[in-house]
């Protein structure tokens, strides 16, 4: 859910909130970086990764419980980053002539919905380097 046309003060610096496939964690991300919670149970959420190394993230989809994730910044919104997390390393950038609306991971396809002279469609990124990272 993005939450950027939020005031600052309704949304205390978060940007946008998702759940990952399997609906085991949460990604947040904020006005500072991003954030990767587990959910335990019901009423706990613990913190799995923080990162403050890209600001403004305005897009986080992390596939399953791996530790890959998608970012998109308010700052780049053409660019699509691909990290590995636990190793705090980027894997690959995309970039695109128009915004970035969406990115949705799964174990066989990656897709990113952009802009296109105020309509949308799908951009498939190549899918042979999720596949062998995983």
Same mark, same amino acid.
Do not use: W
């Given at each position: 859910?993005?939450?950027?046309?939020?005031?600052?003060?309704?949304?205390?610096?978060?940007?946008?909130?998702?759940?990952?496939?399997?609906?085991? $964690?949460?990604?947040?991300?904020?006005?500072?970086?991003?954030?990767?919670? $587990?959910?335990?149970?019901?009423?706990?959420?613990?913190? +799995?990764?923080?990162?403050?190394?890209?600001?403004? +993230? $305005?897009?986080?989809?992390?596939?399953?419980?791996?530790?890959?994730?998608?970012?998109?910044?308010?700052?780049?919104?053409?660019?699509?980053?691909?990290?590995?997390?636990?190793?705090?390393?980027? +894997?690959?950038?995309?970039?695109? !002539?128009?915004?970035?609306?969406?990115?949705?991971?799964?174990?066989?396809?990656?897709?990113?919905?952009?802009?296109?002279?105020?309509?949308? $469609?799908? +951009? !498939?990124?190549?899918?042979?380097?999720?596949?062998?990272?995983?």
């Amino acid at each position: 859910m993005n939450l950027g046309h939020q005031d600052s003060d309704g949304s205390k610096g978060v940007l946008f909130v998702n759940f990952n496939q399997d609906c085991t $964690s949460v990604a947040v991300g904020t006005k500072t970086g991003f954030k990767l919670l $587990s959910i335990s149970s019901v009423d706990k959420l613990d913190n +799995i990764y923080e990162s403050d190394q890209v600001e403004d +993230i $305005s897009i986080v989809e992390r596939l399953f419980s791996s530790s890959l994730v998608a970012i998109v910044s308010l700052t780049s919104p053409r660019k699509l980053k691909v990290c590995h997390f636990k190793k705090g390393t980027e +894997i690959c950038n995309y970039s695109y !002539s128009n915004t970035i609306l969406a990115v949705r991971l799964n174990r066989a396809v990656s897709m990113c919905l952009c802009t296109v002279y105020n309509t949308c $469609s799908y +951009i !498939s990124m190549p899918t042979v380097l999720l596949v062998n990272i995983i």
